[in-house]
């Protein structure tokens, strides 16, 4: 396969998840005719300089792909500016690019999902993102790949003609929205996306992810979706810069290559169902809601006080 999109790995602190998110990329079936750029953060604080710096001579030490090129910032710039500002760079030098952060692994099959959609819904300017998450569904009779709203950002792709709409302010991305868009921005108010917009105009989040959603939402635009997850985010252990301590994202990478995508580009009705009753449902009774408080609770404390 020609003119495969370049690769972007977004790391900063956390050694063991960008040795096991290099390790499964290594293992996917197109790395060594993809290029691999690696853009790691400078440290916060003194505390994180000697992780950031281990981090940094495992990039250095990566085989494998085509090429790779390591991006060490000298400031920290924050995951948000460092993700907007890497896609940037890589959309306008190659037209696409492939997005993973530090706690992603993948199936052997990920990157040739990336490059055939990018590849087949390249022209098409409803279609403006790619993403290779899919939460475990209950639904087992949805096609293999289907359009969805919602942008997930756990590993994926898009093309400069719809990065270009990317709208950073959350200003003027909120001043679009009435109450019908909130709702159906929010997946009929199963998931927090408004709250997020919220919590970022409010200075609690940093999020790029929830303004490139919006940004695709307000275009009226289309996300394609595996059925079976080809990524599964092992950051939910309290280590990320907005993830919890939860299981309830966990999945089964897919280990076969996914071979039919949609010849029509609108949002999957099916799909759309099955998502919402996911996200409804996602956590639990009150027991469970309870207990995965405690736990939550209980390993921060941990985490808190260097025990854990």
Request: zero cysteines.
């Amino acid at each position: 396969m020609q003119n495969l999109a370049p690769i972007a790995l977004f790391v900063y602190n956390r050694p063991d998840h960008t040795r096991r998110t290099l390790s499964y990329l290594q293992k996917n079936l197109l790395a060594e005719d993809s290029r691999l750029f690696i853009f790691s953060d400078g440290a916060k604080t003194d505390a994180d300089k000697a992780s950031v710096e281990e981090v940094r001579q495992i990039a250095a030490d990566v085989t494998g792909f085509k090429s790779v090129k390591v991006i060490a910032r000298k400031q920290n710039m924050g995951l948000a500016n460092s993700i907007i500002s890497g896609v940037t760079q890589l959309v306008n030098e190659y037209g696409k690019v492939i997005v993973f952060e530090d706690d992603l692994l993948s199936s052997s099959h990920t990157l040739r999902f990336f490059n055939d959609a990018l590849i087949r819904y390249a022209d098409n300017e409803d279609v403006m993102h790619i993403g290779a998450y899919m939460f475990d569904l209950k639904d087992k009779n949805l096609p293999e790949t289907f359009f969805f709203r919602a942008a997930f950002s756990w590993g994926w792709a898009t093309w400069a003609r719809a990065w270009k709409n990317f709208e950073p302010d959350i200003d003027k991305l909120m001043a679009q929205f009435d109450d019908e868009k909130v709702k159906q921005f929010s997946i009929d108010g199963t998931m927090n996306f408004w709250k997020q917009m919220q919590g970022f105009k409010a200075g609690k989040n940093n999020s790029w992810a929830i303004r490139w959603y919006a940004s695709i939402f307000l275009k009226n635009g289309q996300t394609l979706n595996p059925r079976h997850s080809l990524i599964h985010n092992i950051g939910h252990d309290g280590s990320g810069v907005h993830s919890n301590i939860e299981n309830m994202y966990q999945v089964q990478i897919a280990q076969k290559a996914v071979k039919q995508f949609p010849a029509i580009v609108q949002e999957n009705e099916q799909a759309y169902r099955a998502i919402k009753h996911f996200l409804k449902n996602r956590k639990g009774n009150l027991l469970q809601r309870g207990l995965r408080f405690f736990k939550q609770f209980g390993i921060k404390h941990l985490l808190k006080n260097n025990i854990y």
